[in-house]
């Protein structure tokens, strides 16, 4: 089939959680499939774009602006329309998927963001999917509840757009995905009268993710873009509210935040707690080689979080809190250790920098579990499942037709 693929950003190098999925989900249905792919792309993203090259068919890749972004952002204020729609969606990007679906005769136009619906819709495509990822509105309505004043507003706002924007997704494309059952779940509760999700679940390389021996030092690791709200709060909460109770038991525990573009308020929180901030790393893999434990005290964000999985991938135990590893089906104590509380989590921890043969089982435990359930050839056999009842023509392919 003839895939207009289109995307917020770049999908490579996959070295986020999104870009993650939407460039594994590209390069798997390229093996089938003609992609052309529609993104936007920061100014000095292009040399990029040489990567993808070989997977796709066609590339349209509009430079994104900052600034045009701000004020498509204002009038969204002032048109009570979605924030991260206006940010995410300048007239060019909808121009260009609507000039390629259109030239190429598109079978399926394939939206990797929800946030891109609504400027979308619209282009050309026998077949419309779109990959709603986490629900974007219920982070908003914790990130709501979590703030103050004008900002909390404006949240609150977001949520009931973006929760309106996914019940309109649901009711009017073909196919609507989520990344895990407890995602879809949620979504299923909110509008129960709309077609449920498919579940394309979180997958992971594990070429890329060589487990690494068993480390004896007291260290503790956590990993995530550090300007993103959920990460930074995160790391802020356990080292005000976790490390102190560690380091009552083991003063030697050190803990690493690694990630990109830490705000300079989390600097003074790491100054003010005494933990390294590693930022803007070309590789976090050495990180986790060199970690006992790592971390991940979630109180804000959904899905399934790809720290997580690496980190399983790569023999390093994880504590976590319940919202952390929801997304993950049917864990349980045997693959992560789950604390609700900071005497939990501490409790947890300690367990693990102490305890060799409980770490390594756990260790063991958890990559079998991402072996079995996340790696990328078997996560993505979902996608072949769900399209391999239509047919060329982007249709539903007729009962009992060969294939």
């Not at 959920?230 to 802020?236: C, G, I, M, R």
């Not at 600097?267 to 986790?288: C, G, Q, S």
Request: aromatic share 6%; glycine share 4%; net charge positive.
């Amino acid at each position: 089939m003839r895939i207009v693929f289109a995307a917020p950003r770049l999908p490579y190098p996959p070295n986020r959680g999104d870009k993650i999925r939407t460039f594994y989900h590209l390069s798997h249905l390229a093996r089938r499939h003609e992609i052309h792919l529609v993104c936007l792309a920061g100014s000095d993203e292009d040399r990029h774009a040489e990567a993808l090259r070989e997977l796709c068919a066609s590339q349209s890749i509009v430079t994104f602006d900052p600034f045009s972004a701000a004020a498509r952002c204002a009038a969204a204020i002032a048109n009570g329309s979605s924030l991260a729609t206006a940010y995410m969606s300048p007239p060019a990007l909808t121009r260009a998927a609507r000039d390629i679906a259109t030239a190429v005769d598109a079978d399926v136009l394939w939206i990797a963001n929800g946030a891109l619906w609504p400027s979308l819709v619209g282009v050309p495509a026998r077949r419309r999917v779109v990959d709603l990822v986490d629900v974007d509105s219920d982070k908003w309505r914790q990130m709501a509840e979590s703030a103050r004043g004008p900002l909390a507003a404006i949240y609150r706002r977001e949520a009931r757009l973006t929760s309106l924007q996914e019940e309109i997704a649901r009711r009017d494309a073909d196919l609507c995905l989520v990344i895990s059952d407890e995602e879809a779940r949620l979504l299923r509760g909110q509008a129960p009268g709309l077609p449920s999700p498919a579940v394309v679940p979180a997958a992971i390389d594990l070429d890329a993710w060589p487990r690494r021996p068993s480390v004896a030092a007291p260290s503790l690791i956590f990993t995530g873009r550090l300007d993103y709200r959920p990460n930074a709060d995160a790391v802020s909460f356990f080292a005000a509210e976790v490390l102190p109770v560690i380091r009552r038991h083991l003063p030697a525990a050190r803990f690493t935040a690694v990630g990109a573009r830490p705000p300079r308020r989390l600097r003074r929180t790491a100054a003010r707690f005494n933990f390294e901030i590693a930022a803007d790393v070309a590789d976090v893999r050495p990180y986790f080689a060199a970690a006992r434990v790592c971390v991940a005290p979630m109180r804000l964000g959904r899905g399934v979080q790809n720290k997580v999985l690496e980190a399983m991938a790569s023999g390093v135990p994880v504590v976590a809190s319940p919202l952390a590893l929801a997304g993950l089906a049917e864990w349980d104590e045997r693959i992560a250790l789950c604390g609700r509380s900071p005497d939990e989590l501490a409790r947890a921890c300690r367990d693990l920098l102490t305890d060799d043969a409980l770490a390594a089982e756990l260790a063991a435990a958890a990559s079998r579990f991402v072996a079995v359930r996340h790696a990328r050839d078997v996560a993505l056999t979902a996608l072949d499942d769900l399209l391999d009842g239509w047919d060329g023509a982007g249709r539903p392919a007729a009962a009992g037709a060969a294939r």
